[in-house]
């Protein structure tokens, strides 16, 4: 059973520009989180979906961020017109459907990030 | 919204002494994880441990939720052992981890 994928890896680009980030869950695993570690500190919880919906955006940035998880395909995390401050590992994660009560959650499984720069 | 303290920030060990680190949390949760970050910067999972305790191999961690903290044991350290080992909570009400700012761990030989 795969675990979490992620690509790129790496990824440069220019202020200004686009990055899309991408993120393939574990194979029956419908749970999909976004989290981000900027340089020396923890991660940081970003967006929760499951297919065609988000869950919870809290830690969204207001603007130039966007994510989907479609129902086909893998999760998108999309930054538009990127800054030097968005440079951070960002990470997927997934977990299974969710089992018995409405807030029981599953083991969360992560992917190997990606290392996004702003040059 | 919940508050995740892990001690120490920093340690520094020699090949084959035991160590524990500890994770504090400020609410009650559903669960709790404990992730080794390597050199290379991947998400090790550790244990999946909302109570209780649990050991694989040279690690052990036992959370003890009343309480609101975990401690995460490793015994004989190797120096593969090095990186920064990360506990996180789930919150209750979305599911998202809150993590806490890591205990960095160096292993010398």
């Known amino acids: 059973n795969a675990g979490v994928m992620q690509n790129p890896r790496h990824l440069v680009r220019r202020r200004g520009q686009e990055a899309r980030l991408r993120c393939s869950p574990m194979?029956?695993?419908?749970?999909v989180y976004w989290y981000r570690q900027l340089p020396e500190e923890g991660l940081k919880f970003m967006v929760y979906?499951?297919?065609?919906?988000?869950?919870?955006e809290s830690g969204m940035p207001k603007e130039r961020f966007s994510a989907e998880f479609p129902k086909e395909g893998p999760s998108i995390l999309r930054i538009q017109q990127v800054v030097r401050g968005d440079s951070a590992a960002y990470f997927c994660?997934?977990?299974?459907?969710?089992?018995?009560?409405?807030?029981?959650?599953?083991?969360?499984?992560f992917g190997p990030g990606t290392r996004l720069t702003v040059l | 919204g919940i508050q995740v303290e892990q001690s120490p920030p920093d340690l520094i060990l020699q090949e084959g002494a035991n160590s524990t680190l500890r994770c504090n949390f400020s609410?009650?949760?559903?669960?709790l994880q404990w992730f080794h970050q390597n050199p290379w910067g991947q998400l090790i999972n550790l244990f999946y441990?909302?109570?209780g305790t649990k050991q694989n191999g040279r690690l052990s961690a036992t959370t003890v939720a009343t309480e609101r903290y975990s401690l995460l044991y490793i015994s004989s350290s190797q120096t593969t052992d090095s990186g920064v080992y990360f506990c996180?909570?789930?919150?209750?009400?979305?599911?998202?981890?809150?993590f806490g700012q890591g205990t960095t761990l160096q292993v010398k030989p």
């Open positions: 194979k029956g695993h419908s749970h």
């Open positions: 996180a909570v789930q919150d209750s009400n979305t599911g998202k981890l809150i």
């Open positions: 979906l499951q297919k065609e919906n988000i869950i919870d």
């Open positions: 994660a997934s977990s299974p459907p969710l089992a018995g009560a409405w807030n029981y959650i599953d083991e969360q499984f």
């Open positions: 441990i909302p109570s």
């Open positions: 609410d009650s949760v559903n669960n």
